[in-house]
Nanobody, 123 residues
Framework: QVQLVESGGGLVQAGGSLRLSCAASGRTLSSMNIGWFRQAPGNEREFVAAVTWSGGTYYADSVKGRFTVSRDNAKNTVYLQMNSLKPEDTAVYSC?????????????????WGQGTQVTVSS
């Protein structure tokens, strides 16, 4: 079993930055693919970013150039640095572990999920 805990969400003005953390226990993340997903009220869950076990990174077009996903294996933690935030980035952000290198953007392929953290961007 893997337990994932997200933190770092909050309220920020448009143009601001936040860094989300996804801390894991129960298993090392370095051997797993990690995805970030978000869900806004009334919307379906959508892929945001992923980092594979081999270090490859992938981003949704909507966040490319603004968000950066990284991992600190020593801390067993994955980060999502979010810059130039927009009101449309407002959502609950969740990290997930497992998945597939080839299907990193598909949430149903991930096995373990965190509880999520709220990000609100005001205009």
């Amino acid at each position: 079993q893997v337990q994932l805990v997200e933190s770092g969400g909050g309220l920020v003005q448009a143009g601001g930055s936040l860094r989300l953390s996804c801390a894991a226990s129960g298993r090392t993340l370095s051997s797993m693919n990690i995805g970030w997903f978000r869900q806004a009220p009334g919307n379906e869950r959508e892929f945001v970013a992923a980092v594979t076990w081999s270090g490859g990174t992938y981003y949704a077009d909507s966040v490319k150039g603004r968000f950066t996903v990284s991992r600190d294996n020593a801390k067993n933690t994955v980060y999502l640095q979010m810059n130039s935030l927009k009101p449309e980035d407002t959502a609950v952000y969740s990290c997930a572990a497992g998945g597939s290198v080839h299907y990193y953007s598909i949430g149903s392929t991930y096995t373990f999920w965190g509880q999520g953290t709220q990000v609100t961007v005001s205009s």
